[in-house]
């Protein structure tokens, strides 16, 4: 599926599997038994294997009454998905709006019912959630007009500030935007998920320079250790562990470093291990950045 294997897959429907299964995604993600064949279609903007699903009869609505995959489709920016999903029945409820940022289509509906700024979807995720992901300012502002929470939290602890920092390839100018509207409504810059990760590690590992000037800018707990390993901000910066899409992006990991160590982070931090961060760096010039600075 992640592979748009349309041949295997076409295989595996002709042979009887069934084109709704649940994705087995494991304990750990808020998604398991929730997703469907179709929804990893409409993330990954495999619009020729989502026709060939939909062909052998898979849902349209993926079976949930929220995560449905045109609001994954629309939250991901595939917009010839989400085309083949409406063309097939699928339904634009508020999130799918919100995700889509039609402002006037989510005020009409907010100024019918103020609780939909409420409304969480199978995970936890809320409208404001979704303006933070689209890094869509005047969408946040809107829902935090008709009372959104600005820390409302995800089964997995997730605030929508944290969703924003954690967006890949992020354009720097409309998530500085969207960050300064959560943080004037009272977010926490701290937010840590389930796992003790705050906004700046998510930040640091999805490679936004922009993000981590904010939240250093605005005070952001500079050396907060996760649950998992003990590890900084600045260890997930100096690695080449980035999320996904941000591999070679080298430069901005130093840049981050350099962030990072400016506004007091610890090089000689261990983590759970007893592993030092200048042992944990990777290049020339990271060690050399790091080994300076210690």
Not at 74 to 90: I, N, W
Not at 121 to 148: I, S, V
Request: glycine residues 10%.
């Amino acid at each position: 599926m992640h592979r748009d294997d349309r041949t295997t897959v076409a295989a595996l429907l002709k042979a009887g599997v069934d084109p709704d299964r649940p994705l087995r995604l494991g304990k750990a993600s808020a998604n398991e038994g929730l997703l469907r064949p179709l929804w990893l279609a409409a993330v990954c903007g495999h619009v020729e294997l989502a026709k060939l699903l939909l062909k052998h009869g898979a849902e349209v609505e993926g079976g949930n009454r929220w995560q449905t995959p045109l609001l994954h489709a629309m939250a991901s920016g595939h917009d010839d998905v989400a085309a083949v999903l409406r063309k097939h029945g699928a339904k634009a409820h508020l999130l799918v709006q919100v995700a889509a940022g039609n402002l006037a289509a989510v005020k009409k509906a907010l100024q019918k019912d103020k609780a939909l700024a409420l409304l969480r979807d199978e995970t936890g995720m809320t409208p404001l959630h979704y303006a933070a992901r689209k890094l869509n300012a005047a969408m946040a502002k809107l829902l935090l007009a008709f009372g959104a929470e600005v820390d409302a939290r995800t089964e997995h602890e997730e605030s929508p500030l944290y969703v924003a920092c954690d967006v890949r390839a992020a354009e720097p100018k409309a998530q500085r935007k969207v960050l300064e509207t959560l943080r004037k409504a009272g977010a926490k810059l701290d937010g840590a998920n389930f796992r003790r990760v705050t906004p700046l590690h998510v930040a640091v590992r999805a490679r936004s320079v922009a993000a981590v000037e904010f939240l250093l800018r605005h005070g952001a707990q500079v050396d907060a250790e996760d649950s998992g390993r003990g590890s900084t901000p600045l260890r997930r910066a100096v690695t080449n562990t980035g999320a996904g899409g941000t591999k070679g992006r080298t430069d901005e990991a130093l840049r981050i470093a350099l962030l990072l160590l400016k506004h007091g982070a610890d090089p000689r931090k261990k983590d759970a291990r007893g592993r030092t961060i200048l042992a944990s760096a990777r290049g020339q010039a990271m060690r050399a950045l790091v080994g300076g600075a210690g």
